[in-house]
């Protein structure tokens, strides 16, 4: 018996290929979809998602206690950010917000969301150079170095003036000021104000070597007396070529038991910074800083001096004259002298140079 197909069902071979033919489209597809969300997700994680100004690297400082928020404020007021829902989402899938590390972070243009996201929870910040000099009190250290870190320039202050440092120190309320060192330090951003003064303890005693001590020893000053005076060759002049000749001006006066009678001193004494011309009535103001007052050194420094300064009387130039005056050029410079005669004249030209500039006061 003879089967036969009407002629209306469609062969079995022919409706097989129409469904190869279905799923190599549908496998096509599938793969063009994955191409194009890998590639979505490619850009996202690994394009460059962050702009800087002229391309130059932009310091970010993130506090200590800061969350993802506080993050994403500081980077987006900054403009950093080219797609913002791109970094938040790649920042959650990387849980960044559970690693929000405090620092100084130096973002460079071009960076990917990846990039950018693993810097910052990687605690990998760059440290900040903490410059401070010449300084008066440590009123003025504190502010200082508290706009150059993260530790509050009051913490800095209450440390510094604390009983506990000075009895580690073998300093007083005075002299805390030559516990200093003025230098250029590297510290991390969030260093805490403890940590600061602990590394200044450590250069401190870096800085006073066996050989140094011995320098101070011979001068029958301690470390601090020698800063002390230092600070007075530092507000005398800004010529580092002059500062061992007017140490040994001053090293001659105290070994000879004269008062050293030093202007900055009388500044120092009465608090009026703009004073540039000391007048013989403010010579007589009471205060232990007044060297025309009192015998000896004051109390303590008149300022943080500059290494230049310390070196200066440590290594002091060895010499005969008991006097110094101004240049009458008012170059900044001074004159010296062995007798009080000779320089009498000398201030008398230096008075004479400054009632010209009308300097009275």
């Known amino acids: 018996m003879a089967f036969y197909h009407s002629k209306y069902a469609p062969p079995r071979k022919k409706r097989k290929n129409k469904f190869r033919r279905f799923l190599l489209w549908l496998l096509f597809i599938l793969i063009l979809a994955a191409a194009g969300a890998g590639y979505y997700f490619y850009t996202i994680v690994f394009n460059p998602n962050v702009w800087t100004p002229e391309q130059k690297e932009v310091s970010v400082f993130i506090p200590t206690g800061s969350s993802f928020d ?19 989402w790649w920042a959650e899938t990387k849980k960044y917000p559970d690693r929000v590390m405090p620092g100084h972070y130096l973002i460079k243009d071009g960076l990917s969301n990846n990039d950018l996201i693993d810097l910052l929870r990687s605690g990998d910040q760059t440290p900040v150079n903490v410059i401070f000099n010449n300084d008066r009190n440590v009123y003025e250290l504190a502010g ?21 440092l000075m009895n580690r120190t073998g300093l007083d309320s005075a002299n805390i000021k030559t516990l200093f060192i003025p230098n250029t330090y590297e510290f991390y951003w969030n260093t805490t ?64 038991g004269w008062r050293l009678q030093a202007d900055p001193t009388v500044v120092y004494a009465i608090g009026d910074f703009n004073i540039r011309r000391v007048l013989n009535k403010q010579k007589k103001f009471e205060s ?7 015998l000896g050194l004051p109390p303590g420094p008149i300022c943080i001096p500059f290494i230049s300064s310390v070196y200066a009387v440590l290594n002091y130039e060895d010499h005969n004259y008991m006097f110094f005056c101004a240049k009458d050029d008012l170059s900044g410079y001074h004159v010296f002298a062995r007798t009080n005669a000779e320089h009498r004249r000398n201030a008398k030209k230096y008075q004479e140079a400054l009632n010209e500039m009308r300097i009275y006061k």
């Open 144 to 164: 200082k170095v508290g706009m150059q870190i993260e530790a509050d320039s009051a913490d800095i202050l209450r440390i510094i003036q604390s009983v506990s």
């Open 288 to 294: 232990p800083y007044n060297t025309y007052m009192h």
């Open 193 to 256: 104000a403890g940590s600061f003064v602990d590394k200044m303890v450590e250069e401190h005693q870096k800085f006073w070597t066996d050989d140094r001590i011995k320098k101070a020893e011979h001068l029958k000053m301690t470390p601090a007396e020698v800063v002390t005076l230092a600070s007075i060759v530092e507000k005398e002049t800004n010529k580092n070529d002059e500062k061992a000749a007017l140490a040994g001006v001053y090293i001659n006066r105290i070994n000879s």
């Open 70 to 88: 506080d993050v994403k404020l500081i980077l987006f007021e900054k403009g950093l950010i080219i797609h913002r829902t791109n970094f938040e």
